[in-house]
């Protein structure tokens, strides 16, 4: 995803000049690049958390898809909306669940994100887990009350996808599901799952 200052929005006023819209750019950079140490000092002196850029994707949706811990965690504590969309409807959650940031993803229900994480196709967190064979990550989503029946605009459910995308551990872990769940364990470590080889890119935009 490519950032300009034309398309600077949420957060930034009418009128901005063009020194105004360049400093914007360069805290999307920061961002994406992942210096905390940077922006910290910005929010503190009134950044608004949830700039968006023009595809709506917010400062807190760059850092969750890139897996900047430090960065997230600053934007959350100073405002930042973990259930803030972007414009094809994606969430911070079901964008870490896809790039299998445990962490990222424990982080973002710790301040309120949706389990589910639905975007408009009805995909959730955990079929974005599922397909893409994240198998902490659909643990510890289904430990919050993630829904393993949920359908998508196609009447998939997250074993269905995790099937269909050739994803072999969450595709085991669903089908046991319902006579295991009662002792389906947390993740205890925040260790990033190891991608699957199926559908290695996904159709995700976020860069």
Wanted: hydrophobic fraction near 40%.
């Amino acid at each position: 995803m490519q950032e300009n200052t034309a398309g600077i929005r949420q957060g930034a006023p009418k009128g901005m000049d063009r020194e105004t819209l360049e400093f914007a750019q360069q805290v999307f950079d920061l961002v994406r690049s992942g210096y905390a140490d940077r922006l910290k000092p910005l929010l503190e002196h009134g950044l608004p958390a949830n700039l968006r850029n023009q595809r709506g994707d917010s400062l807190l949706m760059l850092a969750s898809y890139h897996g900047h811990h430090d960065v997230a965690e600053a934007l959350l504590r100073h405002g930042g909306d973990a259930e803030l969309r972007n414009d094809m409807g994606q969430t911070p959650i079901a964008g870490a669940a896809y790039k299998g940031d445990l962490a990222m993803v424990r982080l973002l229900l710790e301040h309120g994100a949706n389990v589910e994480g639905a975007a408009p196709d009805g995909k959730t967190a955990l079929m974005m887990a599922a397909m893409f064979n994240r198998t902490e990550v659909a643990r510890l989503l289904l430990a919050h009350g993630a829904d393993p029946k949920a359908r998508d605009d196609k009447g998939m459910s997250p074993l269905a996808a995790a099937r269909a995308m050739g994803a072999p551990d969450t595709a085991a872990l669903l089908e046991n599901l319902d006579r295991n769940f009662d002792a389906l364990p947390v993740p205890a470590t925040d260790e990033p799952d190891q991608p699957s080889s199926a559908g290695a890119g996904g159709n995700r935009t976020i860069s």
